[in-house]
């Protein structure tokens, strides 16, 4: 549905923050994954018709969207990473001006959009109060409900779920889940969890590049024989840094338990790890960085 063709983005002091990008997105939760620096705003910014990339072509359905950006607009819903200012108007008054500048002109059809998006996101018992004093959780599902206004096809929500705690993080992808049965959702983010937990397909991208992409299973599949732990004594990670590709490491219990990358058993009381979507991505970066302190 959405389909972006050898897309490079090279800003004006020279930093290529896209490097001939290709993706097929299909309708569904689509999960974004990568460190921070590494394109993701500019690729959200850019399919988003915010800004025009340097190369490369960007479709949705029949639609181009670098030559008919209003096109895409009207059937768009964005959330970006950094809302920015955060009213003191009430939610109902906010949405309902929202709604004005998306074009829902009729009264009637606006009250009944903005009552059905205030319930959707759980947030009609506090529809009075002004966004200013909302929580981030409240912010953010309120920044769901502006980008639903007159049903969107595609929906893009960038880094939504970094500062929430974990109850407003379930609930708010909980929400997303629910809205990508019918429409293309690009989550962007840096968080592993939230791409395992609720995404068909996933792209890692690094260093302006997809790195891998595909079914998260696939991909644990693919990497699976490629991981290995061991625990350690904390005072011994240094040497197992120097001798070992440590792609992660995590205290249990006063000790340090290790992930290291190698192609076959390293020996020295390594076991082989069953793999989740954590040692795909940290593996993918670990090749990342590789590659590109070789070129
Ligand atoms: N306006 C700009 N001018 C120059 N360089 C930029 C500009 N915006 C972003 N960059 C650079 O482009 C690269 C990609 O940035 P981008 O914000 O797209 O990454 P990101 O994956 O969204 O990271 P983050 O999660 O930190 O926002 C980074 O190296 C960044 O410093």
Redesign the pocket.
Known sequence: MLKLDAVTHI???G?C?LDDVTLNIPKGMYGLL??????????MRSVATLQTPTFGSICFGDIDVIAAPERLRERLGYLP?DFGVYPRVSAYEMLDYMAVLKGVASAPERKDTVETLLNQTNLWAVRKKAIAGFSGGMRQRFGIAQALIGNPELIIV??PTAGLDPEERNRFLNLLAEIGENVVVIL?T?IVDDVADLCPRMAV?AA?KIQIEGAPHQLIERSRGSVWAKTIPREQLDEYRERFEVISTRLFAGRTIIHVLSPSDPDDGFKAVEGGLEDVYFSTLAQTRRASVAA
């Open positions: 800003y004006p002091n930093t923050a990568g460190p921070n620096g590494a394109g993701k705003s500019t690729l990473q960038d880094e962007s840096h991208l302006g």
